[in-house]
C-alpha cells in the first residue's frame, strides 16, 4: 500500500508552494495537499488535519509542513502521534517572533488585504538572489483576508516550547541558513527540544527553502521518509 505524505504550507501560500517536489515525491507517496482555513490557533489547525486524514480514510501518514505548517506537524506529532509515521518540520519555530506585529497585520489585513504586505514579505521568503517571485507574490495577494488574518492570530499565540519533549515521532528539522523570519536558531530549538531529531540547515536560501532550494529539499525529504 502507497504510505500517505501530507504538506502543509506557509502563511500566505496555497497548495501550489509545493509544486517543485511533486514530481519528486509522486512516485512514492500518496500526497496529501490543502489549504488553511480561517482558523485562530494552531490546534484547530491541527485538527483539521486529522479531518482530512479521516477523510481520505488515513490512518497514519507521514507530514512535512513549513513556517506555520511546521507548527502544525508539532501539535500533530505531540497530539495525536498516532497519526504521525514520520515528522519534517521545515523552517518554522516552537514560538514564532513579533507575536504583537502579527496581531496587528491580522486586524489590518481584514480591512486591507494583503498588498500592504506583499513586498516585505517576499522578501523574508527568499533571499535577493532569487528572481523567480512573480507566481509567490500573486499567491499572497489571492490569500483569502479573512483566513489569512485568522492564522496571523494563529502564529501569534503559538508557544509550543515546553510540549517539545512530548514528541516521539520520528523528525528531521530543516532551516534556512539565510532565513530572517525563522533562522536556524529556531530550529535548534526545535531540534534540541524533541528527543532524538535530527537538524539540517539549507545554505543560499531564506524562509521557503523548499523554492528556492528545491532540489536539496526534495533530496533531504526523500531521503528522510524513505
Known amino acids: 500500500m502507497t504510505p500517505t505524505l501530507v504538506l502543509s504550507n506557509a502563511l500566505g501560500t496555497d497548495r501550489h508552494a509545493w509544486d517543485l517536489q ?14 488553511h482555513r480561517g482558523r485562530s490557533s494552531v490546534e484547530e489547525l491541527g485538527a483539521d488535519v486529522l479531518e ?11 507530514f512535512c509542513g513549513i513556517s506555520l505548517g511546521g507548527a502544525v506537524g508539532m501539535w500533530l506529532a505531540a497530539s495525536a502521534p498516532e497519526r504521525i509515521d514520520r515528522l519534517v518540520v521545515a523552517c518554522s519555530s516552537a514560538r514564532f517572533a513579533g507575536s504583537d506585529a502579527y496581531r496587528e497585520r491580522a486586524e489590518r489585513v481584514r480591512v486591507e488585504g494583503t498588498a500592504a504586505f506583499v513586498d516585505v514579505t517576499l522578501d523574508r521568503w527568499f533571499t535577493p538572489r532569487f528572481r ?9 495577494l489571492e490569500t483569502p ?16 516550547r515546553e510540549r517539545l519533549g512530548e514528541i516521539s515521532t520520528s523528525t528531521l528539522v530543516v532551516a534556512g541558513a539565510e532565513d530572517p523570519a525563522t533562522p536556524p536558531e529556531h530550529a535548534e530549538t526545535i ?7 535530527r537538524l539540517l540547515v539549507l545554505p543560499d536560501c531564506a524562509h521557503l527553502a523548499n523554492v528556492e532550494q528545491a532540489d536539496r529539499f526534495n533530496a533531504v525529504l526523500l531521503e528522510e521518509l524513505t
Open 52 to 62: 482530512l486524514l479521516d477523510e481520505h480514510d488515513v490512518d497514519r501518514a507521514s
Open 145 to 160: 483576508r479573512a483566513a489569512y488574518a485568522a492564522c496571523c492570530e494563529a502564529v501569534a499565540a503559538w508557544d509550543f
Open 132 to 140: 523567480d517571485r512573480e507566481r509567490y507574490r500573486t499567491m499572497l
Open 22 to 35: 511533486m514530481p519528486t515525491l509522486e512516485p512514492h507517496f500518496r500526497v496529501l495537499r490543502y489549504e
Open 191 to 197: 531540534a534540541g527540544g524533541i528527543p532524538d531529531a
